[in-house]
């Protein structure tokens, strides 16, 4: 008899973190990595400079946190807007700047977005999340999950950003388990970007060889003096 696979605590939040460095990764250009060991805590909290949190629900429920330093906030903030184009006179120097949480919220939902999606392919089940809140603070403010967990449990990993600032995640769910009964083929996901560059890319090697066929046509009747 085949051995079932079981897919832990710890699991799920390896694909959370690969959610974190993948989009903040690509969204500032830089590299994003994270510890191997992780922490095992009694509560999450909101710390300073900025804190943002997102409470997911359905197969399993949770809450995920992240803490930024103000240098490591504005870093990836600095690194999002210049990738995007932005002129330096239009980039906030402010960690306090409304436009930093704004920036910081977006990078996490698209986060969230993409755990959300990892589960639903990795883990068969369908989470829900709430719009990230996003925020400044001085001190530091405890958050819960506003539901019952029977055995909740918590845990806390330590990112490092390409200047080597650092910022941390908080993820706290109830201790749960999914084992698998039978291989499955995850389905690989597809980026919306990529299609549209891949259509891009095709529209204008068309362009091209139409181009190169009508400038053969016209040196082909100019030979023949036409």
Same mark, same amino acid.
């Given at each position: 008899? *085949?051995?079932?696979?079981?897919? /832990?605590?710890?699991?799920?939040? /390896?694909?959370?973190?690969?959610?974190?460095?993948?989009?903040?990764?690509?969204?500032?250009?830089?590299?994003?990595? @994270?510890?191997?060991?992780? =922490?095992?805590? *009694?509560?999450?909290?909101?710390?300073?400079?900025?804190?943002?949190?997102?409470?997911?629900?359905?197969?399993?429920?949770?809450?995920?946190?992240?803490?930024?330093?103000?240098?490591?906030?504005?870093?990836? @903030?600095?690194? @999002?807007?210049?990738?995007?184009?932005?002129?330096?006179?239009?980039?906030?120097?402010?960690?306090?700047?409304?436009?930093?949480?704004?920036?910081?919220?977006?990078?996490?939902?698209?986060?969230?977005?993409?755990?959300?999606?990892?589960?639903?392919? #990795?883990?068969? $089940? /369908?989470?829900? #999340?709430? #719009?990230?809140?996003?925020?400044?603070?001085?001190? =530091?403010?405890? &958050?819960?999950?506003? *539901?019952?967990?029977?055995?909740?449990?918590?845990?806390?990993?330590?990112? $490092?950003?390409?200047?080597?600032? &650092?910022?941390?995640?908080?993820?706290?769910?109830?201790?749960?388990?999914? &084992?698998?009964?039978?291989?499955?083929?995850? /389905?690989?996901?597809?980026?919306?970007?990529? &299609?549209?560059?891949?259509?891009?890319? =095709?529209?204008?090697?068309? #362009?091209?060889?139409?181009? =190169?066929?009508?400038?053969?046509?016209?040196?082909?009747?100019?030979?023949?003096?036409?």
């Amino acid at each position: 008899m *085949t051995k079932s696979k079981v897919i /832990s605590t710890e699991d799920i939040l /390896s694909t959370l973190c690969h959610s974190v460095t993948g989009v903040l990764s690509s969204a500032s250009g830089n590299g994003i990595s @994270y510890s191997a060991m992780v =922490q095992k805590i *009694t509560r999450t909290c909101m710390r300073p400079d900025i804190g943002c949190f997102v409470l997911f629900d359905g197969g399993f429920t949770g809450l995920v946190v992240t803490n930024f330093t103000a240098q490591a906030a504005m870093e990836i @903030y600095h690194d @999002y807007m210049r990738n995007m184009g932005m002129p330096e006179d239009e980039i906030a120097q402010s960690h306090l700047s409304d436009d930093v949480a704004n920036v910081l919220g977006e990078l996490m939902n698209q986060i969230v977005g993409d755990f959300t999606s990892k589960v639903r392919d #990795q883990l068969h $089940t /369908s989470i829900t #999340q709430n #719009q990230p809140k996003m925020m400044a603070i001085n001190k =530091q403010v405890q &958050i819960s999950v506003d *539901t019952t967990m029977d055995r909740p449990q918590a845990r806390r990993v330590t990112f $490092t950003t390409a200047k080597q600032n &650092i910022f941390y995640l908080e993820l706290a769910m109830d201790k749960t388990e999914f &084992i698998k009964l039978h291989d499955f083929d995850i /389905s690989e996901a597809v980026d919306p970007d990529d &299609i549209i560059e891949n259509e891009a890319k =095709q529209k204008a090697e068309k #362009q091209k060889a139409s181009s =190169q066929a009508d400038d053969a046509d016209d040196d082909f009747m100019a030979e023949l003096g036409l």
